[in-house]
């Protein structure tokens, strides 16, 4: 799954995604088209969705926590979108490399971009703009709210008129069976507000907001239906209730497409906690503000077929590749490589036969292969797995692990830059408080390999406090 939503691709990008996808045996290209940054396929019975829907003001940096809000003065000069004839495109030059495309067009929420084309999307009143950088979600343990409404209400007709109109032409430019309707993430305290929303509940005897959102995604299917396709949605598209005919594209985790699954729903598997490809996947310091981790060893544990799934009701695997924190195309090639590698072997081996360190020494040898070719990759493998605690005296403690076999790390305490003359890491070092950072490098039969972790004595109690 490639988010051209939050970054725009251009086609030329696209094709060269596809092109990295077939040499792993990835077959199939899920297009994450709409969200709240932008629109980013031509509807041409509702132009604005593409004049209004894929721009917006550009902001450098880790532009989706800005800390002003857009100013209409400003020019909107950040997105894009794909034409008609870039779809058939993209489509046929899939065809020509044996790789299928999915649409996913992501509704009820998610969908800033489209309510800031036709505001009467919404159940809110007021005026709506594609999402700029500033916060608009609180996120807290246990759920989240919108602070702006970014969904599309299930109680106003022309909600189901612009779905239609939408599906029509999405129907017509991509030749698979299925459409992807979203249905994940959607904030509902803005419906709980909304009368219009609340006379829809009484009329059809919805007695909460998940079967609100069940009442949107079942209309939403047949609407997919009636244009000859099947609808597949992520895994929340369950909560409302669906129809037996709906696939489910499992994120959160694996629960929801076991639970799918055993109801014979078809399934995708695309758990976060195993195929989000996007998270950091080395040394936190070292690598993009994400907020979660994910390391090659725990990638390749992935298995789409999980305890208690009838393998028939599972259609395979899928990584995801979110662009909030991708800024251009080789980060994203950097933030894949080697972890597309671990999906390709997991949907395409038998369990029985992974290994991992055969795994690592082929990976290596691709390395090479990539070093030829000029792509970008990541060798966060080779990196320090640094963590820390406090033992029974309140001392700090240094805890150092290795991700593959062979490699030794050496450590300085004294504000040097070490080498492998340096003491090598064998077992837990206690930190005294005169020490005011950690720097560890990582070698193997003599050679640097990985890069050198500069940490602050307070990112490790950090850890400690965290364990």
Not at 77 to 90: M, N, R, V
Not at 277 to 297: H, I, K, M
Not at 377 to 402: C, F, M, P, R
């Amino acid at each position: 799954m490639l988010d051209v939503s939050r970054h725009f691709f251009t086609k030329a990008e696209v094709k060269k995604f596809m092109d990295d996808m077939v040499r792993f045996k990835f077959n199939l290209l899920h297009l994450h088209l709409t969200d709240d940054e932008g629109w980013r396929i031509e509807i041409k019975s509702l132009p604005k969705l593409t004049s209004v829907g894929a721009w917006r003001i550009e902001r450098n940096g880790k532009w989706s926590n800005s800390p002003k809000a857009a100013d209409d003065s400003e020019p909107k000069t950040y997105g894009g979108f794909y034409t008609h004839e870039d779809i058939k495109d993209l489509v046929q030059y899939g065809k020509e490399r044996f790789v299928t495309i999915l649409p996913e067009i992501d509704v009820p929420g998610h969908s800033l971009a489209a309510v800031a084309a036709y505001p009467q999307l919404s159940a809110t009143p007021g005026e709506h703009k594609v999402y700029q950088g500033i916060p608009f979600m609180n996120w807290f343990a246990g759920g989240f709210a919108a602070i702006v409404d970014n969904s599309i209400s299930p109680a106003n007709e022309f909600s189901y008129e612009f779905v239609d109109k939408v599906m029509t032409e999405v129907a017509q430019l991509f030749p698979f069976e299925y459409i992807h309707m979203g249905g994940d993430e959607c904030a509902k305290n803005f419906w709980e507000k909304s009368p219009e929303v609340k006379a829809l509940m009484a009329r059809e005897g919805l007695k909460n907001m998940n079967e609100v959102e069940g009442y949107f995604v079942k209309r939403v299917e047949k609407i997919i239906q009636s244009k000859g396709k099947k609808m597949i949605g992520w895994d929340e598209i369950l909560e409302g209730g669906v129809s037996p005919s709906a696939n489910v594209m499992s994120w959160r985790g694996v629960k929801g497409g076991i639970e799918a699954a055993k109801s014979k729903h078809q399934v995708v598997m695309s758990p976060s906690t195993f195929a989000y490809v996007d998270f950091v996947q080395g040394e936190p310091t070292l690598e993009g503000p994400v907020y979660a981790s994910l390391r090659l060893n725990k990638t390749y544990q992935f298995d789409p077929v999980q305890e208690g799934m009838d393998p028939k009701y599972v259609l395979g695997g899928q990584a995801n590749m979110w662009s909030e924190q991708i800024a251009n195309y080789r980060y994203q090639q950097y933030m894949m490589w080697p972890r597309g590698l671990a999906i390709a072997e997991s949907v395409w081996s038998p369990k029985e036969k992974k290994d991992w360190n055969g795994f690592i020494k082929r990976v290596e040898n691709q390395f090479d292969r990539w070093d030829l070719s000029g792509d970008r990759y990541a060798k966060s493998v080779y990196d320090a797995i640094v963590s820390a605690s406090k033992d029974e005296k309140g001392n700090l403690v240094l805890h150092i692990a290795s991700e593959i076999e062979g490699v030794d790390h050496y450590y300085s305490i004294d504000e040097s830059a070490p080498d492998n003359f340096y003491p090598k890491y064998s077992k837990p070092v206690v930190i005294k408080d005169d020490v005011q950072s950690v720097r560890i490098i990582s070698y193997r039969n003599g050679k640097q390999i990985g890069r050198q972790i500069n940490l602050p004595v307070t990112e490790l109690k950090k850890r400690a406090e965290k364990k």
